[in-house]
């Protein structure tokens, strides 16, 4: 088997003081203490830690594509038992950690975009992306009579994904489940509902 390069080693096991301490807070040395590598490796590597920054984000975010694959795009389920499989699925992986460092993503918003437009972009393209397998599911959902949406999909979208960065903002101040299974109550048990009406609807 290859051996993993310095780069991808960097990468990967950087991310790990991301996690911990944010971008803005984690050093170059830091994150090659982290990888276990060389201070000068990074350099080799990464023309700057904002150059870095970015690629952590690509590299997390490729593995949120995983499981979108695997849960919001999983045609075989209904749309919303593949919408909650998607939460039920962060929410698993979050319990490993013990509900300490949430979604690296949101955490790099709070923490880095007043400080790198670069960053900042690329964010925003993240966002727009990743609220796109929400919207179609969502869609989906309501053409097969499981829910009438409160709002259009893209906007009902932007508010669930939204509102789980706050819950999972929540999970971490809490170090608990609560807020995340909240989040899931209202979402399932009222605002999606089957035979929910919508409000604008049912004060006409």
């Not at 350099?43 to 690509?58: Q, T, W």
Request: proline fraction near 5%; charged fraction near 25%.
């Amino acid at each position: 088997m290859a051996r993993a390069s310095k780069k991808d080693q960097i990468l990967d096991q950087g991310m790990r003081a991301v996690r911990r301490t944010g971008l803005v807070g984690s050093s170059v040395r830091d994150i090659t203490a982290a990888a276990e590598v060389p201070l000068g490796s990074f350099g080799n590597h990464f023309a700057s830690k904002e150059a870095f920054g970015l690629a952590v984000i690509d590299h997390y975010f490729a593995g949120v594509r995983e499981i979108v694959a695997a849960t919001l795009d999983d045609t075989s389920r209904p749309p919303l038992a593949r919408l909650r499989a998607y939460f039920d699925e962060i929410t698993d992986r979050l319990e490993r950690r013990g509900w300490h460092d949430g979604c690296l993503i949101g955490n790099t918003s709070l923490d880095s975009t007043e400080t790198s437009e670069a960053i900042r972009v690329r964010l925003s393209e993240v966002f727009a992306e990743w609220h796109e397998p929400f919207a179609r599911c969502l869609l989906e959902a309501e053409r097969a009579g499981e829910v009438t949406l409160p709002l259009p999909a893209l906007s009902f979208a932007d508010f669930l994904m939204a509102s789980w960065q706050g819950a999972m903002l929540r999970m971490k101040v809490e170090r608990s489940p609560e807020p995340l299974e909240r989040f899931k109550t209202v979402v399932f048990d009222a605002l999606l509902a089957p035979g929910r009406t919508p409000t604008n609807e049912r004060n006409r």
